[in-house]
């Protein structure tokens, strides 16, 4: 359980958890949303982390580096619709940014279970992923102190 592996794969249960409502065409706008706004905190005190401690260990690896640079990309895009769903009045185009959000992290995560984290984890050794499971746990309590709401970056993809 000290091994970052373990630690990203019990984050993503919740997210997947409302990447189902979110989605869910047969539930009304209010609920979706009402999944969305714990939804948006929950992503960026995972993704923040996420990036800060593995992806900047594979980006050091010439064999784990595309992939993370790709998770940095997806992280970004991910951010930026959350700040734009956040700023949606109409409920209808609400509605279908949510679910193009969902999406997107659905397909984000199982990228991330099914190819970079088994690439990963050929490539790193138990010490480096429990050293890197304490940075993660560090950087995210960092994250949930100063408040999750708030804090996605507007980057813009360079
Ligand atoms: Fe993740
Ligand atoms: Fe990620």
Redo the contacts with the bound molecule.
């Keep these: 359980m000290d091994d970052i592996i373990e630690m990203i794969l019990e984050d993503h249960k919740p997210l997947k958890r409302l990447i189902k409502v979110m989605k869910d065409s047969d539930l009304t706008i209010e609920e979706r949303a009402q999944a969305f706004s714990e939804f948006a905190p929950l992503l960026v005190s995972h993704?923040k982390p996420?990036e800060d401690s593995l992806y900047v260990f594979m980006k050091k690896d010439d064999d784990l580096r595309g992939e993370a640079l790709e998770?940095d990309i997806?992280?970004q895009l991910a951010d930026q619709l959350c700040e734009e769903i956040k700023r949606t009045k109409d409920p209808e185009t609400m509605g279908a940014k949510i679910k193009v959000l969902a999406e997107l992290v659905e397909h984000?995560i199982e990228e991330?279970e099914e190819d970079l984290l088994p690439d990963f984890r050929d490539n790193s050794d138990l010490e480096e992923r429990v050293s890197l499971g304490k940075r993660f746990v560090e950087l995210k309590t960092q994250m949930l102190e100063k408040g999750g709401e708030d804090s996605p970056s507007e980057k813009t993809l360079q």
Excluded: L, P, R, S
């Design positions: 993704a996420e998770g997806e992280h984000h991330e």
